[in-house]
């Protein structure tokens, strides 16, 4: 692998763009924003829809805990760690409702391991998901 290298993997959902799931500049590996969907299906976890397509209910936490894996999945085909994790940003699309839950499961993820974090909240997704996290995180040659 050279000093700057781009990244891509089955084992995460496809972006939704053109653009990688990840991208190593130096000792920095900066991932794209990552979402819950399944990697294997691209179904959104808990997602529920009408006949006609339209958003019933969704799973808060099966989207935290999906997003999770996806992360993981995207630093480890990329050369990382879970506990290389430097930054995460985080995108709710309601803070008020998710924030306490998301707060709870993300202490679970990072009990000894504590990057830097900041949450922010959106009004919309590309997507219809909650959550995405955007990451940095560093790697050794």
Same mark, same amino acid.
């Given at each position: !692998?050279?000093?700057?290298?781009?990244?891509?993997?089955? &084992?995460?959902?496809?972006?939704?763009?053109?653009?990688?799931?990840?991208?190593?500049?130096?000792?920095?590996?900066?991932?794209?924003?990552?979402?819950?969907?399944?990697?294997?299906?691209?179904?959104?976890?808990?997602? &529920?829809?009408?006949?006609? *397509?339209?958003?019933? $209910?969704?799973?808060?936490?099966? &989207?935290?805990?999906?997003?999770?894996?996806?992360?993981?999945?995207?630093?480890?085909?990329?050369?990382?760690?879970?506990?290389?994790?430097?930054?995460?940003?985080?995108?709710?699309?309601? !803070?008020?409702?998710?924030?306490?839950?998301?707060?709870?499961?993300?202490?679970?993820?990072?009990?000894?391991?504590?990057?830097?974090?900041?949450?922010? *909240?959106? $009004?919309?997704?590309? $997507?219809?998901?909650?959550?995405?996290?955007?990451?940095?995180?560093?790697?050794?040659?």
């Amino acid at each position: !692998m050279s000093k700057n290298d781009t990244f891509r993997t089955n &084992q995460a959902p496809q972006p939704v763009g053109a653009y990688p799931h990840a991208r190593r500049v130096g000792n920095l590996l900066f991932l794209s924003g990552i979402g819950p969907r399944d990697a294997a299906t691209d179904d959104i976890p808990g997602l &529920q829809r009408s006949p006609a *397509g339209n958003f019933i $209910t969704f799973d808060f936490e099966a &989207q935290c805990h999906s997003v999770f894996r996806n992360v993981r999945a995207v630093l480890e085909s990329s050369g990382a760690k879970w506990e290389n994790l430097v930054d995460v940003t985080v995108f709710l699309t309601d !803070m008020q409702r998710d924030f306490h839950t998301y707060n709870r499961i993300y202490a679970e993820y990072f009990k000894d391991h504590q990057p830097c974090r900041t949450t922010v *909240g959106i $009004t919309s997704l590309p $997507t219809p998901i909650a959550i995405e996290l955007k990451c940095i995180a560093w790697v050794e040659y």
